[in-house]
């Protein structure tokens, strides 16, 4: 088991900024690949981005506003967002996988947090 622990969420203004964390019970945590991905009430789980040893990969809804990014000594994910928009708000979920590739699918992610609420208000 390789569980995540979402926090960091909120609700923040239009063009505020949140970190996202998620603490990954692991020491092989450096081996998985590690995403973000979001749900709006009634839509459907999408990409946000994802890292892993090989590349880095981002929405182009979120490009040049959110940074992923990894702490291996603490075993943590973290999600930058700036520039936040109403259209940010949803439910964000940390996903992890041993696959090397950052996927953009969730059916490539094995193991998932429970999500935190992120809410932008106009």
């Known amino acids: 088991q390789v569980p995540l622990v979402e926090s960091g969420g909120g609700l923040v203004q239009v063009g505020g900024s949140l970190r996202l964390s998620c603490a990954a019970s692991?020491?092989?945590?450096?081996?998985?690949?590690m995403a973000w991905f979001r749900q709006a009430p009634g839509k459907e789980r999408e990409f946000v981005a994802a890292?892993?040893?090989?590349?880095?990969n981002y929405a182009d809804s979120v490009k040049g506003r959110f940074t992923i990014s990894r702490d291996y000594p603490k075993n943590t994910l973290y999600l930058q967002m700036n520039s936040l928009k109403p259209e940010d708000t949803a439910v964000y979920y940390c996903?992890?996988?041993?696959?090397?590739?950052?996927?953009?699918?969730?059916?490539?992610?094995?193991?998932w947090g429970q999500g935190t609420q992120v809410t932008v208000s106009s």
């Open positions: 996903a992890g996988d041993l696959s090397d590739r950052p996927g953009r699918s969730p059916a490539e992610y094995y193991y």
């Open positions: 692991t020491r092989t945590f450096s081996t998985y690949t």
């Open positions: 890292h892993s040893w090989t590349a880095t």
